[in-house]
């Protein structure tokens, strides 16, 4: 009887490496599908937060902006990433929920300014994302992901810098 064990221990180990080789997303594919996630689940809390605590109009109307176009993304990056085999985070990072717990902290103007320089930042990352994956990404459709939601950062990154001018964070 101790041998079942043994065999079956043996079985599991010599399974692993097989599956681990079975992958065929490549690395960089991955990071983006895992930190496009993660960044859609971050705008997203942002956004509802942002709905209920922003000081002005303009900051609980970009929170709805939020909101919309991440939950698109986010839709649009876990359907990839099911058809991959990758699976997705599903919160946003460790210093993500930190930013999160800072800006929340804010009330009135104080939030709005706080909100509008951290969403200028956040966009520009998300910008430098999509043009890594774009130039090394090997996976046409994540790409494709990429140059789309692109052109979403940009948007986003024009309200919040007007935001942020409005409510004198700059």
Known sequence: MRSLPVLVMAALLLAVPARASANTVPNWD????L?????AHFEITMGK???RNG???EARA???VMVRDHSGELHAVETLAKA????????PSILQQHEIGNTSKHTGAAFDRAYARLEVGDHIVDLQSADGETVEG????ARALAQKY??????HLAIFRKLAHDVKAV
Do not use: D, N, W
Not at 35 to 39: I, N, Q, R, V, Y
Not at 84 to 91: C, D, E, N, Q
Not at 138 to 141: D, V
């Open 49 to 51: 937060i942002a709905m």
């Open 150 to 155: 692109r052109l979403m950062y940009l948007r």
């Open 84 to 91: 991959m085999g990758v699976k997705l985070p599903s919160a």
């Open 138 to 141: 090997q996976l046409p459709a």
């Open 55 to 57: 000081h002005g109009r």
């Open 62 to 64: 970009a929170g709805r």
């Open 30 to 33: 991955r990071h983006f599908l």
């Open 35 to 39: 930190e496009t996630a993660e960044g």
